[in-house]
């Protein structure tokens, strides 16, 4: 019985063994392509949801913000973290407008971003384009890795 | 009336595309709010990062179709992740219309990242006032 499930697996019979781990492999190449989108989401639960990127000079914060105008936020930064608050406000249409659907929230929102090295506070820059928010936060000089050439 | 409400943290509603796709990447639902004057149907979408050139609205059949794509982030040369928390991608969704929409004078328009949409009614299809007459 045993013997003969052993020797009867098809695959053995009509590929190569290494057909099947060619297949396994493909399946985990796949498993890790697409790892990252579920592992690296680690929402710290508070309003806007951001995105935190660096290069060798800044860090780079961006955050959706829809529908809210430069002027109702409101930014700040010390040498190590930025806090990005505000209010997003709806404007209430006219009273005779009956609504099918309601899902955009108004409300107020504070979120402090704690970032991993020293930056330069005085010289942080935000952009507000097409409802998304970049601010561009400059590390500062003790923060930056320094080129060490070997003599 | 929303003035000591905190907006609640959501994340992005991600759906599977509705045909197979000749780009890759993530699909979207933009939140919105659609209402109804005796007029018009006006649409409001929260669609951040797209820009106009990228929209496209689409209305045949009484299917409202809105298509919206972002440029991908952190583009930039050099530039590594330290925390992602939100993705960006194609901004997806359709609405059927239950009422005929005079489809020239559709109005759209796009601030900050979000689209205002204004679909006037038909003349016919605005409710008249019946007047009941004593009798």
Redesign the interface.
């Known amino acids: 019985m045993i013997y003969r499930r052993f020797f009867g697996l098809p695959s053995w019979e009509t590929r190569s063994p290494y057909a099947e781990l060619e297949r396994l492999r493909r399946q985990m190449d796949r498993l890790f392509t697409e790892w990252p989108?579920s592992y690296?989401?680690?929402?710290?639960?508070?309003?806007?949801?951001?995105?935190?990127?660096?290069?060798?000079d800044n860090?780079?914060i961006?955050a959706?913000?829809?529908?809210?105008?430069s002027k109702e936020l409101d930014i700040q930064a010390t040498s190590n973290s930025v806090s990005i608050g505000g209010e997003?406000k709806?404007p209430a249409?006219?009273t005779?407008?009956?609504?099918?659907?309601?899902?955009?929230?108004?409300?107020?929102?504070s979120r402090i971003v704690g970032l991993?090295s020293e930056i330069d506070p005085d010289k942080v820059e935000a952009d507000?384009v097409?409802?998304?928010l970049t601010v561009v936060v400059p590390k500062a000089q003790i923060g930056k890795p320094r080129q060490i050439s070997v003599r | 009336m929303t003035d000591s409400k905190e907006i609640k943290v959501k994340e992005k509603q991600e759906v599977s595309a509705p045909a197979e796709q000749t780009t890759p990447g993530a699909v979207f639902t933009p939140e919105v709010d659609i209402f109804e004057t005796e007029k018009a149907i006006t649409l409001l979408a929260d669609i951040p990062g797209v820009k106009p050139d990228q929209l496209n609205i689409d209305l045949r059949d009484n299917i409202l179709t809105i298509t919206g794509d972002v440029d991908p982030i952190a583009a930039k040369a050099g530039e590594e992740d330290v925390t992602i928390e939100y993705e960006t991608g194609r901004f997806y969704r359709q609405f059927t219309l239950s009422e005929v929409i005079d489809q020239n004078k559709i109005d759209a328009k796009l601030a900050d990242g979000v689209l205002r949409l204004n679909l006037p009614k038909v003349a016919k299809a605005t409710p008249r006032k019946i007047a009941i007459k004593a009798g």
């Not at chain 1, 690296?40 to 060798?56: D, K, Y």
């Not at chain 1, 659907?101 to 409300?107: D, L, P, S, T, Y």
Request: hydrophobic share 35%; aromatic share 10%; net charge positive.
């Open positions: 989108s690296q989401r680690q929402a710290a639960g508070v309003f806007p949801l951001i995105n935190l990127t660096e290069n060798q860090f780079f961006r959706e913000l829809p529908g809210m105008s997003r709806i249409e006219s005779e407008a009956k609504y099918h659907r309601r899902e955009r929230e108004a409300g107020k929102f991993p507000l097409n409802g998304v």
